[in-house]
């Protein structure tokens, strides 16, 4: 939310949380009003007991509780349509401060509620991400926009992996003191494996087009410097670059997972439109599925283990050509917190890409917390598969 | 943090967000102190221009910073242990401010720091979860209980899958009356479909013992009136769950995932020692792999579609018997944003499982976001499973 409101040029000053109580509401509500001129609060607008949000801050404006028709309609027809039993407790929504402007909620029955009070706003939602921000994209953004007359802020974030952000800083401090001084801003936005960069500048007088091409040259010289790291740019996911890549070569992909689990298969598939290059994959957990899914050699297996260079191919190849995929990408390894060795630490990843021409492998070391290793298997996966498609190698 | 600061007998006040702005720190701190004894602070330290936490920090406290040798030499060891090169940024991570007391980060080289001031304390942290929770379970909290001398917390954590909490509230309102009446707290905590149930009370004079019991002679109400959706207490997983139940009664587990992409599988394989009871899966995204791999009939997928009764259930037989498993979970549906039609909209599930007697499958909606739709669907899965595992269903 703090990313969106700073597009429609509002600055972000502090974001509070408390716990579900009347007093610390208010309190929070009006300390809020000394600093800022629109308050956003969600959570709290629930059918339960601990929900005490709508309450308190109807009493808090001065207002009190009404049925609203068209709201107490648009709840009863999202019960019939979807089958579902109405409760008294969901027709209790539809009971809504009289002063406020409401915000429909198409998603649930907790709907945005819209507060002015000397100028300034509040606007009361629902905590549930997926229906806040709904009812923001849909029309709290809008009226926020004709409320308030702000200079927008242009920002683009470049996205990297592969990188961590000391090294990246290490390789840019010209070009960030060069944006600084120039009055833009850099925020390094760290998770793991991955780093995104915010480069961001006010567009004041209407030069927000000016500002939006200078923030592109300053993104050439990143892409200038570190081409391989660089995936893409604001909320695209590196399995839909790469999704985009494949689509428009006409080309397709499988996988054969073991340490990742499924991880590639999802962050593949939480892309719409992916059935358009993704063809499917295996997660070969067991090695007697490695031998008889994937065709991987019992002999490789009993010689060289299942997390070695020679089964992580062999596994990539077999995807490869039991789903008939242009490309395969194949992970095995010891994401642990068991299973290391002397040889082989917990950490041990190795990732195997096929195509049409070759098959290369390459070992990686993720360290010794599990998640941290599946994630960032799967990233270093798409990422390497990706260069490699743009660099021809496989073909 | 709050969860584990609350189990320590402290009582989370309000949580801030504020820029990496000096001025806005400082205030912070001082509005802070006023209302709470422990004050953590996470985020800033990393080796950037954008990270002023430290200096800042020192300034506020009346100190100034150092190198410290042990800590440098942690960083060195680290750095020559995984190979990775050693910048001067990296070195200086090792400067920290004198009067406070060092909380080792052996997971980064943003170490925790421990300041005092008029019996209250503040506890800097690197902003990486990974880190943070590691310093405050390594060190951390410890040092807190030592400090403060406080009445624990006791409290309980009910998991439940496939309600939601209006249809929970209205069914335990006489139970929730009453636990609110002997002094007790129920907090409702929602994340798509899953609501976790929170029971917590005060242990004073000792009396930890006596809660507890209290606390479960409520659980074991819940329990009996929400058999089915209950799936474990505490930090569990509905997958962890899951895959204990598997182990205990030496049975295995396959998946043929369609809609849900791999999502099964990485929830599965997330949890340590997985690969006891999983075997495998497919994700079977193209009709050909369904065919050709899971050896779904041409004819099915012709007559009744991918997303459909027949399909499904022949997905379970498929994987079950290509990875010579116990069970099997199968997942066809249409995901969205495209694909939905009148008779099948989007949102449409078909979830099949197989056992050594028996196939059941069953249709869901899910409702209009892609990503709910492939989370529920994989928890749905999940704990239906255990369900007919544990009524014999299957056999």
Same mark, same amino acid.
């Given at each position: 939310?703090?990313?969106? *409101?700073?597009?429609?040029?509002?600055?972000?000053?502090?974001?509070?949380?408390?716990?579900?109580?009347?007093?610390?509401?208010?309190?929070?509500?009006?300390?809020?009003?000394?600093?800022?001129?629109?308050?956003?609060?969600?959570?709290?607008?629930?059918?339960?007991?601990?929900?005490?949000?709508?309450? /308190?801050? /109807?009493?808090?404006?001065?207002?009190?509780?009404?049925?609203?028709?068209?709201?107490?309609?648009?709840?009863?027809?999202?019960?019939?349509?979807?089958?579902?039993?109405?409760?008294?407790?969901?027709?209790?929504?539809?009971?809504?401060?009289?002063?406020?402007?409401?915000?429909?909620?198409?998603?649930?029955?907790?709907?945005?509620?819209?507060?002015?009070?000397?100028?300034?706003?509040?606007?009361?939602?629902?905590?549930?991400?997926?229906?806040?921000?709904?009812?923001?994209?849909? %029309?709290?953004?809008?009226?926020?926009?004709?409320?308030?007359?702000?200079?927008?802020?242009?920002?683009?974030?470049?996205?990297?992996?592969?990188?961590?952000?000391?090294?990246?800083?290490?390789?840019?401090?010209?070009?960030?003191?060069?944006?600084?001084?120039?009055?833009?801003?850099?925020?390094?936005?760290?998770?793991?494996?991955?780093?995104?960069?915010?480069?961001?500048? %006010?567009?004041?007088?209407?030069?927000?087009?000016?500002?939006?091409?200078?923030?592109?040259? %300053?993104?050439?010289?990143?892409?200038?410097?570190?081409?391989?790291?660089?995936?893409?740019?604001?909320?695209?996911?590196?399995?839909?670059?790469?999704?985009?890549?494949?689509?428009?070569?006409?080309?397709?992909?499988? *996988?054969?997972?073991?340490?990742?689990?499924?991880?590639?298969?999802?962050?593949?598939?939480? /892309?719409?439109?992916?059935?358009?290059?993704?063809?499917?994959?295996?997660?070969?957990?067991?090695?007697?599925?490695?031998?008889?899914?994937?065709?991987?050699?019992?002999?490789? *297996?009993?010689?060289?283990?299942?997390?070695?260079?020679?089964?992580?191919?062999?596994?990539?190849?077999?995807?490869?050509?039991?789903?008939?995929? /242009?490309?395969?990408?194949?992970?095995?390894?010891?994401?642990?917190?068991?299973?290391?060795?002397?040889?082989?630490?917990?950490?041990?990843?190795?990732?195997?890409?096929?195509?049409?021409?070759?098959?290369?492998?390459?070992?990686?070391?993720?360290?010794?917390?599990?998640?941290?290793?599946?994630?960032?298997?799967?990233?270093?996966?798409?990422?390497?598969?990706?260069?490699?498609?743009?660099?021809?190698?496989?073909?």
């Amino acid at each position: 939310m703090g990313e969106q *409101l700073y597009l429609h040029g509002i600055r972000l000053n502090k974001i509070v949380t408390i716990s579900d109580v009347p007093t610390e509401i208010v309190a929070a509500v009006d300390e809020a009003f000394t600093r800022a001129d629109l308050v956003l609060v969600t959570g709290g607008l629930g059918p339960t007991q601990d929900d005490v949000t709508k309450e /308190t801050l /109807t009493a808090y404006f001065g207002t009190k509780l009404e049925i609203r028709s068209e709201v107490l309609t648009e709840i009863e027809n999202a019960f019939s349509s979807s089958g579902r039993k109405m409760l008294e407790v969901h027709r209790k929504q539809a009971e809504l401060p009289k002063s406020a402007d409401i915000l429909l909620n198409t998603r649930g029955t907790a709907m945005g509620m819209w507060f002015e009070k000397d100028d300034k706003v509040l606007i009361s939602m629902p905590g549930v991400p997926y229906e806040m921000k709904g009812i923001m994209r849909e %029309y709290g953004f809008d009226k926020i926009s004709k409320f308030f007359k702000t200079n927008p802020i242009v920002h683009k974030t470049v996205l990297t992996q592969g990188i961590g952000e000391s090294y990246i800083a290490e390789q840019i401090t010209d070009w960030e003191t060069s944006l600084r001084n120039e009055g833009f801003f850099l925020a390094y936005l760290p998770s793991p494996g991955m780093v995104r960069l915010r480069i961001s500048g %006010y567009a004041e007088n209407g030069n927000a087009e000016e500002i939006d091409s200078r923030i592109d040259r %300053y993104i050439a010289e990143l892409n200038r410097r570190f081409p391989k790291y660089i995936y893409g740019t604001g909320r695209q996911t590196l399995a839909e670059v790469l999704g985009n890549l494949l689509r428009e070569q006409n080309q397709t992909l499988a *996988l054969a997972e073991s340490c990742t689990g499924g991880y590639i298969g999802h962050l593949i598939t939480s /892309t719409p439109g992916s059935s358009d290059y993704f063809m499917g994959g295996v997660v070969a957990y067991s090695n007697d599925s490695k031998v008889n899914i994937l065709g991987v050699s019992a002999n490789t *297996l009993a010689n060289h283990g299942a997390v070695s260079e020679n089964t992580v191919k062999e596994m990539a190849n077999g995807a490869r050509s039991k789903f008939n995929a /242009t490309f395969a990408i194949a992970t095995s390894g010891i994401a642990g917190p068991d299973g290391g060795t002397d040889e082989k630490p917990i950490g041990t990843v190795w990732i195997a890409l096929a195509g049409p021409g070759k098959t290369v492998a390459k070992k990686f070391n993720f360290g010794k917390s599990r998640s941290r290793t599946i994630t960032i298997s799967a990233h270093s996966a798409l990422n390497w598969l990706r260069n490699k498609i743009l660099s021809g190698v496989l073909e």
